[in-house]
């Protein structure tokens, strides 16, 4: 049962551009969400998260959105550079757990 | 920074034998756990860990496998008898407290001869 979902498995962006990563999920339990990056052969890298009391939480180049009543977040990226290459995971937990689920990642090119 | 380290970074081991995956968390996290990603797959939760004892474990994590603290610092994860099929990448992660952002280690890859 898939909880989380990223329904795009990849994404390219022109460098500059602004790159947005969605996720949805159906389990209307989740209070914390986060968003994690990661290279090849290397463990995921927080990135940025965001709990249900809030619908926008910004860190410089990127910015979650929470939608509660669509169960859907999303990932923006600007501008978008040529580093920010990876693939990029959403991840949700809530009260009763500490388990975080993983969407299935979506991998985001930026051309130079 | 402190960092969530695990050794080995790469195991193959023949089908049947045990392996054991060793994390040492970061100094005063309090939550740990393990996680798996099979190659081109998602990251899957097999258990969580805290005050030394499972808090909850996914149907992954079946009697071949066993996690245990055997001080204050390592965290491992135990196979019994591997098979093909647990060939993949194994995070170990951490936090301090429930609701905050996991640490992850970079990675023990297990290949299943």
């Known amino acids: 049962d898939q909880q989380v979902k990223q329904n795009s498995p990849s994404l390219s962006v022109q460098e500059g551009r602004i790159s947005i990563l969605n996720c949805d999920y159906t389990?209307?339990?989740?209070?914390?969400f986060l968003w994690y990056k990661k290279y090849p052969a290397e463990g995921p890298t927080f990135l940025i998260s965001?709990?249900?009391?809030?619908d926008k939480n910004e860190d410089g180049r990127f910015t979650v959105f929470l939608n509660k009543s669509a169960k859907h977040l999303s990932l923006h990226i600007v501008p978008s550079q040529p580093g920010d290459s990876a693939v990029y995971f959403c991840a949700a937990s809530g009260l009763k757990g500490n388990q975080f689920y993983f969407g299935t990642g979506t991998s985001l090119t930026v051309i130079p | 920074e402190p960092e969530v380290t695990q050794t080995p970074s790469h195991q193959v081991t023949q089908m049947g034998q045990e392996v054991i995956l060793r994390c040492v968390p970061i100094?005063?996290?309090?939550?740990f756990y393990w996680y798996r990603q099979i190659l081109g797959q998602k990251v899957e939760f097999l258990v969580s860990?805290?005050?030394?004892?499972?808090?909850?474990k996914s149907e992954i994590f079946d009697d071949q496998f066993s996690v245990e603290r055997p001080d204050g610092s390592n965290f491992t994860l135990k196979i019994r008898s591997t098979k093909l099929e647990d060939s993949a990448m194994y995070f170990c992660?951490?936090?301090?407290?429930?609701?905050?952002?996991?640490?992850f280690g970079e990675g023990s890859r297990l290949t299943v001869l």
């Open positions: 100094s005063n996290h309090l939550y």
């Open positions: 860990f805290y005050n030394n004892e499972i808090s909850e």
């Open positions: 965001i709990s249900s009391i809030k």
């Open positions: 389990n209307s339990m989740f209070d914390y």
């Open positions: 992660a951490s936090h301090r407290v429930r609701t905050g952002e996991l640490f």
